[in-house]
Nanobody, 126 residues
């Protein structure tokens, strides 16, 4: 069974930075697309960033210029660098992966991903 384990969430002040990690129990080379989603309080889960196997990345408009997704296949790890944090970035962040879904142009819907982590909490507050 594939396992994805997120870490790096924390309570930070507005304007701060965090680096989230997602460690996979199998080679990330096997995933065409990996992504980060978040669920803010009382809101639907939304995709914030996705990265294809060739390194091509896509971002939600609300995070462009502040979030950077990357993957290190040698370490079987997906990352999300978050800068200039805002209170509206508060939420549970999940990583997702799939062996079949591709993401050449945009962040795929969450329903297309077969593997999910348990999430890591990011809280932005002064």
């Amino acid at each position: 069974e594939v396992q994805l384990v997120e870490s790096g969430g924390d309570l930070v002040q507005p304007g701060g930075s965090l680096r989230l990690s997602c460690a996979a129990s199998r080679s990330t080379d096997s995933y065409y697309c990996m992504a980060w989603f978040r669920r803010a309080p009382e809101k639907e889960r939304e995709g914030v960033a996705a990265i294809a196997s060739d390194g091509g990345a896509h971002y939600a408009d609300s995070v462009k210029g502040r979030f950077t997704i990357s993957r290190d296949n040698a370490k079987n790890t997906l990352y999300l660098q978050i800068n200039s944090l805002k209170p509206e970035d508060t939420g549970m962040y999940f990583c997702a992966a799939d062996e079949i879904v591709e993401c050449p142009f945009s962040i795929p819907p969450d329903s297309e991903f077969g593997h999910w982590g348990q999430g890591t909490q990011v809280t932005v507050s002064s």
